[in-house]
């Protein structure tokens, strides 16, 4: 019996430094109890029996005691076999793993020493890249245990962790030599966006004029810093753009990299600040054209909603509120008036409403999926 707790508790020992989770010390505690119960039980039996030895004298019921004892030892024995035949396997592999925890360590820091040797004798070693994947590397290995065999998760995540710093750094390494191109590239690519948006940017100050001339101010009011907005954004492009003009001539790739990106952002916004305003006159003659053709799409959209709501049984939760839209679409239509009727606001009132259906509609979808 005492070889076989000793084997387990071994086991259950690897297991809770590699697998603290899986809670093996709490399955193996009752049954380790039992086992000392019995040999307590067996060596105050021999006690005993080396006392009526030595005095001479028989003891009481001594065979029926041996057979308990025996029994006992027996019985713990085979609660040993049996808590080792149901986590044998993952006890073994805890000890495994637990005794080739050094080694582990022991190569992954010889990676990672690798790997900075190389980025150190690497032409490329001042680009961020490199430079960020050195600290993250040589942070990973002054934080792996020296001792791994006694702190066994942490050192299993220690070794992942330097694995995945060198593969990051080998990365960077390995892409350096081509940023230079990739930043030629851009700078090229940012140039000629710079000038289609500003060719675009032309249209702007047009149709913000036909935008008041034609309509009613409202219509354009948030639309009124648009050109100035832009501007700046393509003038921000353009000051990012030649930062990184320079930046390609110090041999700082990267960093021009990263300054054609925030030209790019720049760009996108000014570009969405210039179609915003195109876009709202296009909208807006289009509704001038057939102001009731945006109504019929709602209106469509809300004899669907109240179709549903009559095919799945929720006419009494939500008739009443559907048909309340019906009236609301036609206070919506009668506020076309006066020479420059307010068509943005009859655009973005029929918006409201359609958005107001469809989140019935699928309040509706949901209530009866979920029934």
């Known amino acids: 019996m005492d070889r076989r707790q000793s084997a387990a508790e071994v086991g259950v020992a690897a297991s809770e430094a590699v697998y603290p989770q899986r809670g093996m010390a709490v399955a193996w505690e009752p049954v380790r109890t039992r086992c000392y119960a019995a040999a307590g039980a067996y060596v105050s039996f021999t006690e005993e029996l080396d006392v009526a030895e030595a005095a001479g004298t028989a003891m009481p019921d001594g065979q029926a005691r041996a057979d308990a004892v025996v029994r006992e030892l027996t019985d713990a024995a085979r609660t040993v076999d ?28 010889a990676e990672g020493e690798a790997a900075l040797a190389t980025a150190r004798g690497s032409s490329h070693g001042n680009y961020p890249s490199v430079v960020a994947g050195v600290a993250e590397l ?95 954004a393509i003038d921000a492009a353009d000051a990012a753009l030649e930062q990184a003009r320079v930046a390609a001539g110090r041999n700082e790739p990267e960093t021009a990299l990263d300054l054609t990106a925030t030209a790019r ?69 009668s506020g076309l ?13 029929l918006e409201t409403v359609a958005e107001f259906i469809a989140g019935v509609v699928d309040r509706m979808r949901k209530h009866t999926d979920s029934t």
Do not use: K
């Open 82 to 109: 049996e808590f080792y035949r149901v986590n044998g396997d993952g006890l073994a592999e805890a000890a495994r793993v637990r005794g080739a925890i050094g080694q582990v360590v022991a190569q992954a820091r």
């Open 138 to 232: 040589t942070e990973a290995l002054v934080t792996l245990p020296a001792n791994p065999e006694s702190a066994v998760g942490a050192a299993r995540s220690g070794a992942a962790r330097v694995r995945q710093a060198v593969e990051e750094l080998s990365n960077a390494l390995a892409q350096a030599p081509f940023r230079a191109t990739a930043a030629t590239n851009a700078i090229a690519s940012v140039t000629t966006r710079i000038a289609a948006v500003r060719t675009r940017a032309e249209a702007l100050a047009p149709a913000y004029s036909a935008l008041l001339r034609e309509f009613n101010a409202a219509s354009s009011s948030d639309l009124t810093n648009n050109e100035r907005n832009s501007e700046r």
């Open 265 to 333: 952002a720049h760009l996108t916004d000014a570009e969405r600040l210039i179609d915003a305003v195109t876009r709202r006159l296009d909208l807006l003659r289009e509704v001038r054209a057939d102001p009731a053709a945006q109504a019929r799409a709602v209106r469509f959209r809300l004899r669907d909603a109240q179709m549903l709501a009559v095919d799945r049984g929720l006419v009494g939760e939500w008739g009443s509120v559907l048909d309340a839209q019906v009236e609301r679409l036609d206070r919506i239509g």
């Open 337 to 349: 008036t006066g020479r420059h009727p307010d068509y943005w606001a009859y655009v973005t009132e």
